[in-house]
């Protein structure tokens, strides 16, 4: 009996060596770590009996929708206002539309009346009878279809304007200065090339 007292309990059997690594001390545990920035993990309780249920988050609400007039505020997806056109424009484009194509009819005319404004200006200055050169007839051709082809061309622009609900009557008070001054450089060009009308006035 007494050799039995004296021997003790037996010592543990020694652990096993690991392949990979080293063992972690006897009694430790691992826990995962809990993630606090995720919704659905548990809010950190305070006390003893503290609720573990996950913060709330309030709906998002969506922003109004954009409505003209409105002024641009800050989160609002930007809108584009829709052009203000004065009242006067439409019939003031209208009106200059309608006066430039009776300047243009009679620019037109004026310039196939040319050979006939010519001879009024040879009988006032004693020049004899005005006889037209060749080229007389298609320029002054071509310069009545240049007009009336740029009265055409400020029609469109002005009533495509129009119905974008853009200012439109400057295109008519443009087109009326290019068609003016084209009309006087055909007539010009045209009298530069009669001899005895440039004769005469190279001796005044």
């Given at each position: 009996m007494t050799e039995n007292l004296d021997s003790g309990p037996p010592a543990p059997a020694p652990r096993p060596r690991p392949q990979y690594g080293e063992l972690a001390p006897e009694g430790w545990t691992w826990q995962p770590p809990q993630d606090q920035d995720r919704a659905d993990a548990p809010a950190p309780t305070v006390g003893a009996g503290a609720s573990v249920h996950p913060t709330a988050q309030p709906p998002a609400v969506p922003a109004p929708p954009f409505q003209t007039g409105q002024p641009f505020q800050t989160g609002q997806p930007h809108q584009p206002s829709s052009r203000t056109v004065p009242r006067w424009d439409r019939p003031l484009t209208i009106g200059l539309l309608t006066v430039g194509l009776l300047a243009t009819l009679y620019g037109a005319f004026s310039l196939g009346a040319l050979p006939d404004a010519m001879q009024l200006i040879y009988t006032q200055q004693g020049l004899g009878t005005y006889t037209s050169g060749a080229s007389i007839g298609p320029l002054t051709s071509v310069g009545a279809i240049t007009v009336v082809f740029i009265w055409l061309a400020a029609a469109a622009v002005?009533?495509?304007?129009?119905?974008?609900?853009?200012?439109?009557?400057?295109?008519?008070?443009?087109?009326?200065?290019?068609?003016?001054v084209t009309m006087f450089a055909f007539m010009l060009a045209a009298m530069l090339n009669d001899p005895t009308l440039i004769e005469f006035l190279s001796r005044q």
């Open positions: 002005s009533v495509r304007l129009l119905l974008r609900r853009r200012r439109a009557f400057y295109v008519s008070l443009i087109a009326g200065a290019v068609s003016t």
